[in-house]
């Protein structure tokens, strides 16, 4: 005799469902009727073999319900019943070999466990084998334990999904879920915690805007009413300053963002925060391009409302900060990222329901008023507009060191300063912030990093003790697409009725002769016709830089380039930046030789990043190379699908997109890799580039990804006929197939040929190929 739960089939029930609905209804609902001693009786009869249950009620599991069980039918799904805590008890201890709480390729278990099917009771065993299906088995448990359930009937069609699929319905339902965040009375717990504060008060801290005076009294309730979290509340100045930033760097807090009154459940009036979404892992704070690319996952997601509350944000920092912060942390007050706030505004507005015309387009006045405070005060002023050539750098004010990096992370700089001065390196640290020692150099080096930070590609030798002198292709390309939004919404969405905060009328005219300048001069300083590349502009050196980085293509999302100019970087140099995984950030020759005292930067080559792809694709799809577009597409998304497949569900913040591996050896590590069991975020870009990328790919595409076809398989043919169509010669395709080769045995240097553990992802070539 023994005891087992029974259950009846419920079609209705998506067996893809997202886990809150599976885990919560039919079989699996919480609601409990009575429980039953099963008697299991076997006979054959005419070669068949035949189970029947003889339920009576005399206790047993949870969950169950009368119903006579029999045989398995071939034809039917098949489904299991599982003892969620056991069996997440086994999988762990047999297949976990190294205890990372993962079922990954790298495990050394026998890949393969048995589980009883729902139709026979428990008692027929069929095996579950290899990485994926058992780290989905992992995960289903982790997400069932959720919602409290301790024996479940999991459909074998969520172990063996396919993991196109599954992952995109992973960051549809779970992680964008799992990274938003709001500021307010019922939130501030999650969303206080800073991983990156080092200081010794730790005590949670938020400041809130001098003229803000609504959200000051609104927090000072708050702290007296949860005493418990010892939450300070401080106004900030009405002027800040960077020495005012630098002061509060030993008691770093969170920084106000916008609100909107409601009524609480009595009827009363009060707050809550506009939510938004965080990139992930330690990055628990709203940042300025990262939020721009997870609105481009999130829209596809039909999230409009979020996206929404998410462009209030950003106006509300403008008004009350000046700028689009890093992100709403108090050590990010004086820099700012790369500026997208026009084309995510007119992605939210053409979304809005038609029926309200009139209020959408006062939204839409409203926010461009900011952009265009932003675009003047931030980006078309001192210091960060050259004044010679009219052109635009990052250079952000500030002084001392960056307080939110590793402790570690300068003392090779910090080093050779403490030991002329017979110090320590914290002895030093804290005489050259407070300004006791004065060291230009320092100073010097400290702008160009604070450049970089504020940049997004921290780091990268492109920009190494350089960067606040250069006249970037990336940041002009993106101020050339706020002109001609702001043109563009003038004249097609306004009425021609537009002013800025101060009341002067905005002439589309005027915005377009601005666009038309800034073309001239990109053109003149940025545009190298010989290598047909846009380069960097070095303003002090009065000359281009030669890193060749991928931002390159930036100018075709935002419209600059000529279609000559667009078709002669596809032909003579796309090939430098694409390789088997997507797009680098730039070539191996840019970032030159590394070693034990020039280690890897993260956005330098070999490492790929969301994006670099998005804004390439979205490119090159705008002069009318869709095809092309879609394969980046592809090779981007097969990284991230076959990451997924191989390491239980991992979606991280970068990729090595030569050896295909997340596994890298860089600083700052990689976000997104530390989870237990099921991952809960991902991470914010990679997630809305993967939902993205699903949108260039043909039905054939989707097909060869959930299969893991290799990119270099799939498109052999292609890429030959486009070589064909753009007129490369012999030559030019050798050198193409020459720099491929070269990059990819830089990359296993890189991991000692793969000698580093998980260093490679290794794949296996399928049987069948798409051409």
């Given at each position: 005799m023994s005891e087992t739960p029974t259950f009846d089939v419920d079609s209705s029930i998506d067996v893809h469902a997202p886990a809150s609905t599976y885990y919560t209804t039919g079989d699996n609902a919480r609601h409990r009727t009575r429980t039953y001693t099963v008697i299991f009786f076997f006979f054959i009869f005419d070669n068949f073999y035949f189970c029947f249950v003889a339920p009576s009620p005399c206790g047993g599991l949870e969950g169950t319900r009368r119903r006579r069980a029999s045989h398995d039918d071939k034809n039917k799904a098949r489904r299991f019943l599982i003892d969620v805590d056991e069996t997440q008890r086994k999988i762990l201890e047999q297949e976990d070999t190294d205890g990372d709480f993962q079922i990954t390729i790298n495990d050394l278990g026998p890949k393969t466990m048995s589980l009883g099917t729902a139709d026979s009771g428990g008692y027929r065993k069929i095996d579950i084998r290899g990485t994926y299906m058992l780290s989905n088995l992992l995960q289903e448990l982790a997400l069932a334990h959720d919602y409290g359930r301790k024996?479940?009937?999991?459909?074998?069609?969520?172990?063996?999904?396919?993991?196109?699929?599954?992952?995109?319905?992973?960051?549809?339902?779970?992680?964008?879920?799992g990274l938003t965040r709001r500021i307010d009375s019922d939130s501030l717990e999650v969303i206080c915690p800073d991983p990156k504060n080092r200081s010794s008060n730790i005590n949670p801290r938020i400041y809130v805007p001098y003229e803000d005076e609504e959200a000051f009294e609104f927090y000072t309730h708050?702290?007296?009413?949860?005493?418990?979290?010892?939450?300070?509340?401080?106004?900030?100045?009405?002027?800040?300053?960077?020495?005012?930033?630098?002061?509060?760097?030993?008691?770093?807090?969170?920084?106000?963002?916008?609100?909107?009154?409601?009524?609480?459940?009595?009827?009363?009036?009060t707050h809550v925060g506009e939510p938004f979404v965080v990139p992930g892992g330690r990055f628990n704070e709203m940042y300025g391009w990262d939020s721009y690319f997870s609105a481009l996952g999130l829209l596809e997601d039909g999230r409009l409302e979020l996206v929404r509350s998410m462009v209030e944000n950003f106006a509300y920092q403008i008004k009350h900060y000046g700028k689009i912060l890093n992100a709403n942390r108090s050590y990010y007050l004086s820099r700012s990222q790369p500026p997208f706030l026009t084309d995510m505004t007119l992605k939210v507005y053409e979304k809005l329901h038609p029926e309200d015309q009139e209020k959408n387009k006062e939204w839409l006045r409203r926010i461009f008023k900011s952009a265009i405070k932003e675009y003047w005060e931030v980006w078309m002023s001192e210091p960060r507009l050259d004044p010679k050539t009219m052109l635009s750098r990052y250079r952000p004010d500030g002084s001392g060191i960056p307080p939110e990096t590793e402790a570690s992370h300068f003392i090779h700089i910090i080093e050779p300063f403490a030991a002329k001065n017979g110090l320590t390196v914290d002895e030093f640290n804290e005489k050259y912030n407070d300004g006791t020692i004065k060291e230009p150099e320092l100073d010097e080096y400290f702008m160009h990093d604070r450049a970089v930070r504020e940049s997004g590609h921290d780091t990268t030798y492109r920009f190494e003790k350089v960067c606040a002198n250069l006249a970037t292709i990336d940041l002009n390309s993106l101020l050339y697409k706020y002109e001609m939004d702001i043109a563009d919404a003038i004249t097609d969405y306004l009425d021609d009725d537009m002013e800025d905060f101060d009341g002067v009328k905005q002439s589309a005219e005027e915005w377009l002769e601005r666009a038309k300048q800034r073309r001239e001069r990109i053109n003149t300083y940025l545009w190298n016709e010989e290598q047909s590349l846009y380069f960097d502009y070095d303003t002090v050196k009065e000359q281009q830089t030669t890193y060749e980085s991928v931002t390159t293509f930036w100018a075709l999302w935002a419209g600059c380039a000529s279609d000559e100019q667009a078709q002669s970087m596809v032909k003579h140099s796309l090939s430098k930046f694409e390789v088997l995984g997507g797009l680098v950030s730039g070539t191996e020759e840019s970032r030159g030789v590394t070693s034990l005292a020039r280690p890897n930067r993260q956005w330098d080559f070999p490492f790929g990043w969301a994006p670099h792809q998005i804004l390439t694709w979205v490119g090159l799809d705008r002069y009318g190379m869709r095809d092309t577009a879609a394969r980046l597409s592809y090779r981007w998304l097969f990284t991230i699908t076959k990451g997924f497949v191989d390491f239980n569900g991992v979606v991280p913040e970068k990729f090595d997109v030569v050896s295909l591996s997340h596994k890298v050896e860089v600083e700052y590590g990689n976000v997104g890799t530390d989870f237990k069991c099921v991952p809960r975020e991902g991470f914010g870009w990679m997630n809305a580039s993967y939902q993205v990328g699903l949108s260039y790919l043909t039905t054939q595409m989707r097909r060869a990804l959930g299969a893991c076809t290799l990119p270099d398989l799939l498109f052999e043919k292609a890429v030959a006929r486009e070589h064909r169509m753009l007129g490369l010669t012999p030559e030019e395709e050798k050198l193409a197939m020459l720099r491929r080769r070269r990059s990819t045995i830089a990359a296993r240097n890189i991991t000692r040929n793969g000698s580093i553990s998980s260093a490679v992802t290794r794949i296996t070539v399928p049987d069948a190929v798409i051409n």
């Open positions: 024996h479940i009937v999991l459909d074998e069609a969520r172990l063996n999904e396919n993991p196109v699929d599954r992952l995109s319905r992973m960051i549809r339902f779970n992680f964008w879920d708050v702290a007296e009413v949860r005493k418990h979290m010892h939450l300070e509340v401080e106004y900030l100045p009405k002027v800040i300053t960077a020495d005012y930033v630098k002061s509060i760097n030993d008691r770093p807090g969170l920084l106000t963002l916008a609100m909107r009154k409601v009524k609480d459940s009595q009827g009363n009036d």
